[in-house]
């Protein structure tokens, strides 16, 4: 496998490829480029699996990578690298996207390099940048990508009823008694979701959203019901604020 590093930093981009060098054995060859213009020849010419992008480069964001690559060779898997947290990292997450916080550690690029290999030939990886960019640049993001057996689904926030965590899965429950089990535990959802308005968190293994509530129950300790016979647990410490929330609803 080939691993793209665009990075307009010279000692950036030479600590990740000793980092990807000597932790991701799978990764046979590491090419490297100092600008979007010279990583995008890179990718037409050589047709690397993978890409570690930085964000914030002279003339060219890393951002605007859709601008010169056309839906036919945007055939690898993606890892945006930052120093800057300023950008919303609940974007990233939404979208299905890699990222790493510079400065990176071995152990955060093995990961990383096993997440992006799992979805080679799998993934929409136009779709997801076209979603982060509509995000970032307009802050009109309604849907989320959930990782799937064959690629990357596009779920509505609205079409989502509740989350349920089991162990380091998620198990998502959508309109239509439909559901998806994510491999990823629910804490790696919350921060994005609450951003949300009409997702609320009632309990340390739930998440729901308000638009498909129906009822409140006092008896058994007290419990949610939602739409489509669902429920949710809610916690002692959580029944008044939501009690609150629910007579503004």
């Known amino acids: 496998m080939k691993a793209?590093?665009?990075?307009?930093?010279?000692?950036?981009?030479?600590l990740l490829r000793v980092l990807v060098t000597e932790n991701c054995p799978r990764i046979k060859m590491v090419l490297q480029a100092d600008s979007l213009m010279?990583?995008?020849?890179?990718?037409?010419?050589?047709?690397?699996?993978?890409?570690?992008?930085?964000?914030?480069?002279?003339?060219?964001?890393?951002?605007?990578?859709?601008?010169?690559?056309?839906?036919?060779?945007?055939?690898?898997?993606?890892?945006?690298?930052?120093?800057?947290?300023?950008?919303?990292?609940?974007?990233?997450?939404?979208?299905?996207?890699?990222?790493?916080?510079?400065?990176?550690?071995?152990?955060?690029?093995?990961?990383?390099?096993?997440?992006?290999?799992?979805?080679?030939?799998?993934?929409?990886?136009?779709?997801?940048?076209?979603?982060?960019?509509?995000f970032l640049e307009e802050k009109r993001f309604d849907k989320i990508a959930l990782p799937v057996s064959d690629g990357i689904e596009f779920v509505s926030f609205n079409d989502i009823i509740m989350l349920k965590a089991d162990s380091m899965y998620t198990t998502f429950?959508?309109?239509?008694?439909?559901?998806?089990?994510?491999?990823k535990p629910l804490k790696h959802f919350v921060q994005p979701l609450q951003k949300v308005p009409s997702f609320y968190r009632p309990h340390r293994s739930f998440m729901i959203n308000l638009v498909h509530l129906r009822k409140y129950v006092k008896s058994d300790g007290g419990y949610i019901e939602m739409d489509e016979q669902l429920t949710a647990s809610i916690s002692r410490d959580n029944k008044e604020e939501f009690m609150k929330i629910i007579q503004n609803i």
């Open 4 to 14: 793209l590093i665009i990075d307009d930093e010279a000692k950036a981009r030479n």
């Open 38 to 134: 010279g990583g995008v020849d890179i990718i037409k010419n050589e047709a690397p699996n993978i890409v570690f992008l930085d964000i914030e480069m002279p003339r060219h964001s890393g951002l605007e990578i859709l601008d010169f690559i056309s839906r036919e060779v945007s055939n690898f898997e993606i890892i945006f690298t930052t120093a800057y947290r300023k950008y919303a990292l609940e974007a990233f997450q939404l979208s299905a996207i890699d990222y790493l916080l510079k400065p990176v550690g071995p152990e955060q690029v093995k990961n990383a390099v096993d997440r992006a290999i799992a979805f080679i030939g799998k993934s929409t990886l136009y779709d997801k940048l076209e979603n982060l960019k509509v």
């Open 173 to 183: 429950h959508i309109k239509g008694h439909k559901e998806m089990v994510v491999s």
